[in-house]
């Protein structure tokens, strides 16, 4: 099967989630008839009506970051891979507290007193929904262009062999410069996913430039060989782990069978960016998706590469069900090439 008869395939056989991304997200199907009954469906879907009822306006900062499943992040996270987004209800109502709030900080210019984490919850809301459609918003937009000029601050000025302080008991200490000086003034995958929902900024030459030259530096093996989650900030006596650094899978050794579903969403996150899809990481993670394909030309990953697990992280690849019943193999087929046709879409390679 070509794409095409893939994406029919999938539209035809697959559950209500799949069926309905590919028909906005790959077919682009423009009958509103076809695109209604799919949306009815997938509002009457069990995971979708699990994960939206998860969406609860908490805002406390462990409410809003946390491995929890009823997280901020871990929900929204979800609930677009499940096709929710900007424009749709009951999806705009549910995220209406969150974006009411990033705008009364924005205005205030205060950030939440959650001590060394004071202002991480407004790039980590920026970042998620901009990934939700929402990047055209006035506070999303304002805060993502904070986060660009900083990320490519540091993909100006970051001298990887000075990094780390040496003049230190505490290994792996971040040089203060990059969140003291500059507050957070190091790229995170928030800020990534930010930048990839913008479409602002990938259709802007001057902000385009700027992020393919972040993407530029986080593909670089010196990157790649920092510590995962950059290491430690010392903040008055104390240290603290840092953490959501953009490390890849599959970049300094081979994969392994549980860093897979991270792949997948790291392929996903990068593929709006030229740097990376013609980065020998990303071509060699693409030969590595090209060989679970079969004989009858769907792709059939192993289970374990599609982990849903009762609680972590989302941007770790802890929430991967598309599928209201995963207990047919079928299933399995339908997300495996459903996340294969989705990576080579957005890659601009179908």
Same mark, same amino acid.
């Given at each position: =099967?070509?794409?095409?008869?893939?994406?029919?395939?999938?539209? #035809?056989?697959?559950?209500?989630?799949? *069926?309905?991304?590919?028909?906005?997200?790959?077919?682009?199907?423009?009958?509103?008839?076809?695109?209604?009954?799919?949306?009815?469906?997938?509002?009457?879907?069990?995971?979708?009506?699990?994960?939206?009822?998860? &969406?609860?306006?908490?805002?406390?900062?462990?409410? @809003?970051?946390?491995?929890?499943?009823?997280?901020?992040?871990?929900?929204?996270?979800?609930?677009?891979?499940?096709?929710?987004?900007?424009?749709?209800?009951?999806?705009?109502?549910?995220?209406?507290?969150?974006?009411?709030?990033?705008?009364?900080? =924005?205005?205030?210019?205060?950030?939440? *007193?959650?001590?060394?984490?004071?202002?991480?919850?407004?790039?980590?809301?920026?970042?998620? &929904?901009?990934?939700?459609?929402?990047?055209?918003?006035?506070?999303?937009?304002? =805060?993502?262009?904070?986060?660009?000029?900083?990320?490519?601050?540091?993909?100006?000025?970051?001298?990887?062999?000075?990094?780390?302080?040496?003049?230190?008991?505490?290994?792996?200490?971040?040089?203060? %410069?990059? /969140?003291?000086?500059?507050? /957070?003034?190091?790229?995170?995958?928030?800020?990534?996913?930010?930048?990839?929902?913008?479409?602002?900024?990938?259709?802007?030459?001057? /902000?385009?430039?700027?992020?393919?030259?972040?993407?530029?530096? @986080?593909?670089?093996?010196?990157?790649?060989?920092?510590?995962?989650? /950059?290491?430690? =900030?010392?903040?008055?006596?104390?240290?603290?782990?840092?953490?959501?650094?953009?490390?890849?899978?599959?970049?300094?050794?081979?994969?392994?069978?549980?860093?897979?579903?991270?792949?997948?969403?790291? &392929?996903?996150?990068?593929?709006?960016? #030229?740097? $990376?899809?013609?980065?020998?990481?990303?071509?060699?993670?693409?030969?590595?998706?090209?060989? %679970?394909?079969?004989?009858?030309? %769907?792709?059939?990953?192993?289970?374990?590469?599609?982990?849903?697990?009762?609680?972590?992280?989302? $941007?770790?690849?802890? +929430?991967? $069900?598309?599928?209201?019943?995963?207990?047919?193999?079928?299933?399995?087929? +339908?997300?495996?090439?459903?996340?294969?046709?989705?990576?080579?879409?957005?890659?601009?390679?179908?």
């Amino acid at each position: =099967m070509d794409v095409d008869e893939l994406a029919r395939w999938l539209v #035809e056989t697959a559950g209500p989630v799949i *069926r309905f991304r590919t028909l906005l997200e790959i077919l682009h199907e423009q009958d509103l008839g076809i695109v209604s009954d799919a949306l009815r469906d997938l509002h009457a879907s069990p995971i979708v009506q699990k994960w939206l009822g998860r &969406l609860q306006p908490n805002l406390g900062f462990h409410q @809003i970051h946390s491995s929890s499943p009823i997280a901020f992040e871990n929900v929204m996270g979800k609930l677009v891979q499940l096709g929710l987004h900007a424009g749709l209800q009951p999806f705009d109502s549910l995220t209406l507290p969150f974006r009411v709030w990033l705008s009364e900080r =924005m205005k205030e210019k205060a950030p939440e *007193r959650v001590g060394p984490w004071e202002g991480f919850s407004e790039l980590l809301l920026a970042g998620f &929904l901009a990934y939700a459609g929402y990047s055209d918003t006035s506070p999303v937009k304002t =805060m993502t262009l904070e986060r660009l000029r900083k990320a490519h601050w540091f993909a100006e000025n970051v001298s990887f062999d000075s990094f780390y302080e040496t003049a230190t008991k505490r290994e792996w200490l971040v040089d203060p %410069q990059f /969140y003291r000086e500059v507050e /957070y003034g190091l790229p995170f995958v928030h800020d990534i996913r930010g930048f990839a929902g913008s479409p602002w900024i990938l259709n802007h030459t001057e /902000y385009r430039k700027k992020a393919e030259q972040i993407i530029s530096t @986080i593909l670089s093996p010196e990157y790649q060989n920092l510590k995962e989650g /950059y290491g430690y =900030m010392k903040r008055g006596d104390r240290f603290y782990s840092i953490g959501w650094s953009v490390h890849l899978p599959n970049y300094l050794e081979p994969a392994k069978e549980n860093e897979m579903s991270k792949l997948l969403l790291s &392929l996903e996150l990068l593929a709006p960016f #030229e740097t $990376a899809r013609k980065s020998t990481w990303f071509n060699e993670s693409l030969k590595l998706l090209e060989e %679970q394909r079969v004989r009858e030309g %769907q792709y059939r990953f192993p289970r374990t590469w599609l982990p849903e697990k009762p609680s972590g992280y989302w $941007a770790g690849g802890h +929430y991967m $069900a598309l599928e209201d019943d995963r207990r047919k193999q079928a299933s399995i087929d +339908y997300e495996s090439t459903f996340r294969v046709i989705k990576i080579k879409h957005l890659a601009g390679l179908i």
